[in-house]
C-alpha cells in the first residue's frame, strides 16, 4: 500500500529528525539559509557566555541549543538539507571588522555549502577593506547595529553603503529593537540609510522585530529591501515579540522578499521550529501557499546570494 503524499503545509516537521523528510516533500532543491552564524572559536565562546547570562540581559533565559563542536554543526546543516548558507560574522569595536572579514572568506573557502561574507563597521579603513571582500567574491555583508552600538548613518559608512548597493550584494542588517534595544536601532533610524541609498538590497535581520508593521512598510518604499524570518513566529519569540494577527495576508502582498534565516546555532530551541513557523504562515492564506513556502526556503535567499 502506497502511502499518501505528505502535504508539508498542513504537516510541518515535528522535531530535527523530521527536517530532510518534510524538505523533501516541499519540492525544493536543498534549503537556503542566509541567516547562519560561524565565528572563530574563542569569539564564538565569548558570544555563548553572553547569552548563558541572558536573564540579566535580555530578561528571559536564552539556552544555546546547539553548543556543539564546530564540525559537528556544520553536519547538522548539511543533515537538516541546507545546501547553501551565508555564515554572517560581526564586530562589536573599531578594528574587528577587517580580520573578521578576512577570517569569514578563508572559513567560506573551506566549506562547500558556505558563501562568503564581510562586515563592516564605521571606521576609516572601512571602504578599504570591505571593497577588497567585495572584489574577493563576498555575497552578503553582515551589520549588526545593536551588538556593534554604532549609528549607521555614520559619515563613514556613506561610502560603504554605496559599495555594497553597487555590487548587488545584500546586506544582512539587524536594526530592530528586538530582542534587545540599542542606542541606534530602530526602523527610524535605519529608513535614512535607505533614503541615502535606494537602490541598497538589505535584507532586515528578525523581520525587525519587534517593529514588524514599520518593517513591512519600508518594503512598500524600497525594492529592493527584504526581510529574513529568522526566530519570528516561533513559539520562543511569540511570547516577547508576537507577530500581528494579520501576518499571513501582510506577508502575501510582499510574498518574494521574505527569506529564509534562522539564527543556527545561537537558537534556544529546534531548527524544525522555525521551518514550522513558516509552514503555518504558508497554509494560513491562500495567496501563499505551496508556492510561497520554494519561495521564502531556497528561490528566494538563492536569488540574492547569486545560488544557481
Known amino acids: 500500500m502506497v502511502s499518501p503524499a505528505r502535504d508539508p503545509l498542513t504537516t510541518p516537521p515535528v522535531d530535527d529528525a523530521d527536517i530532510p523528510a518534510w524538505v523533501a516533500a516541499t519540492g525544493v532543491d536543498g534549503l537556503v539559509d542566509i541567516h547562519v552564524h560561524f565565528l572563530p572559536d574563542r569569539m564564538l565562546q565569548k558570544v555563548w557566555a553572553f547569552f548563558d547570562q541572558a536573564e540579566k540581559n535580555y530578561g528571559m533565559a536564552w539556552p544555546i541549543h546547539y553548543r556543539e563542536p564546530e564540525q559537528t554543526r556544520i553536519d547538522l546543516l548539511r543533515g537538516f538539507g541546507v545546501r547553501t548558507f551565508a555564515p554572517l560574522v560581526y564586530p562589536h569595536k573599531p578594528d574587528m571588522a577587517a580580520w573578521l572579514t578576512s577570517w569569514a572568506l578563508e572559513w567560506a573557502a573551506e566549506v562547500p555549502e558556505a558563501v562568503p561574507t564581510a562586515t563592516l563597521f564605521p571606521e576609516d579603513s572601512v571602504t578599504t577593506y570591505l571593497g577588497d571582500a567585495l572584489s574577493a567574491g563576498a555575497r552578503a555583508v553582515k551589520v549588526h547595529v545593536q551588538v556593534g552600538d554604532f549609528d549607521p548613518r555614520d559619515p563613514r559608512l556613506d561610502r560603504a553603503w554605496g559599495l555594497v548597493a553597487d555590487a ?117 492564506d491562500d495567496r501563499l501557499g505551496a508556492e510561497f513556502l520554494r519561495s521564502v526556503l531556497h528561490d528566494a535567499p538563492a536569488r540574492l546570494l547569486g545560488v544557481a
Open 168 to 284: 548587488g550584494v545584500p546586506a544582512i542588517v539587524h536594526c530592530g529593537d528586538g530582542p534587545r534595544q540599542g542606542t541606534y536601532t530602530g526602523m527610524d533610524v535605519f529608513v535614512e540609510v535607505l533614503e541615502r541609498h535606494p537602490r541598497l538590497t538589505a535584507v532586515i535581520a528578525h523581520a525587525g522585530l519587534p517593529e514588524y508593521d514599520r518593517t513591512l512598510k519600508l518594503l512598500d518604499r524600497f525594492p529592493n529591501v527584504h526581510i529574513d524570518t529568522t526566530m519570528v513566529g516561533t513559539p520562543y519569540t511569540e511570547e516577547f515579540a508576537p507577530v500581528p494577527a494579520d501576518w499571513p495576508a501582510r506577508l502575501a502582498d510582499v510574498a518574494d522578499r521574505v527569506v529564509l534565516g534562522t539564527d543556527f546555532p545561537n537558537i534556544p530551541y529546534g531548527y524544525h521550529e522555525q521551518l514550522a513557523a513558516i509552514a503555518g504562515w504558508a497554509g494560513a
